[in-house]
């Protein structure tokens, strides 16, 4: 079954700590983002990628960057995690966009929380 | 500003109970897309529709697209406790190209007591 695995699933780490967030999907696509949400919430797109060698910011405003070596791997990074970074962070991956052919794949998330 | 407004933002029924979330917007969208989310998970894709005025079932789910392709409702029949969740609309941009980026709304909260 094709997956998009995110880990650690949950963190809870110190203010100032450089911390990775890792993502990694097993279908091959192309496109992948990075979305912030607090619980219940909307989500808010911080980063997405159109393939290797590929990122652009996305509509949120993110201290956090993101790497894309490996068209299965799109891991993020705080270089210096502060409290206002806590939050849930949601992976996605789509095969492509286009009318009637888009479609995202969630990972699990990872919650992160800085104390 | 929200582009895609979703409502009821909140929502708390009883089993057995119908109901609907609609997703409205002043932007017109060439797919619209619903997730369902449940705690501590990300979203699962329930559906995507793309024609004005399109409807698609999917078991006590009915997903209708306006036909100005600026809104969207989900009507659940007979609810039952395992359709509690998180429910999202998101809608792609007409002129969005292939960038396959996607405009959420803030979501619906739904509670099906027993």
């Known amino acids: 079954e094709a997956d998009i695995y995110q880990t650690p699933r949950y963190l809870v780490i110190g203010t100032g700590k450089k911390i990775t967030l890792e993502c990694s999907q097993t279908?091959?696509?192309?496109?992948m983002y990075w979305y912030q949400q607090d619980p219940g919430m909307e989500l808010h797109l911080i980063h997405y990628?159109?393939?290797?060698?590929?990122?652009e910011k996305g509509d949120l405003s993110s201290e956090s960057t993101v790497s894309r070596i490996r068209t299965e791997h799109f891991p993020l990074t705080l270089e210096s995690a502060r409290p206002s970074h806590t939050s849930q962070y949601l992976c996605a991956s789509s095969e492509y966009g286009g009318t009637g052919s888009l479609s995202y794949t969630f990972g699990s998330g990872t919650r992160l929380t800085v104390v | 500003t929200q582009l895609l407004e979703q409502s009821p933002q909140f929502l708390s029924i009883q089993e057995g109970e119908n109901l609907t979330v609609y997703c409205n917007s002043s932007s017109v969208f060439s797919s619209l897309q619903w997730y369902r989310q449940e705690p501590g998970e990300g979203p699962v894709l329930l559906v995507t529709?793309?024609?004005?005025?399109e409807v698609k079932k999917l078991k006590r789910l009915t997903f209708q697209f306006g036909d100005a392709r600026k809104d969207s409702s989900l009507h659940i029949t007979a609810a039952q406790t395992g359709d509690t969740g998180l429910y999202l609309c998101?809608?792609?941009?007409?002129?969005?190209?292939?960038?396959?980026?996607?405009?959420f709304g803030q979501g619906t909260t739904l509670q099906v007591k027993p």
């Open positions: 990628s159109y393939g290797v060698n590929s990122t």
């Open positions: 529709v793309v024609t004005g005025g």
């Open positions: 998101a809608g792609a941009r007409i002129g969005s190209g292939n960038t396959g980026k996607l405009i």
């Open positions: 279908m091959g696509h192309d496109k």
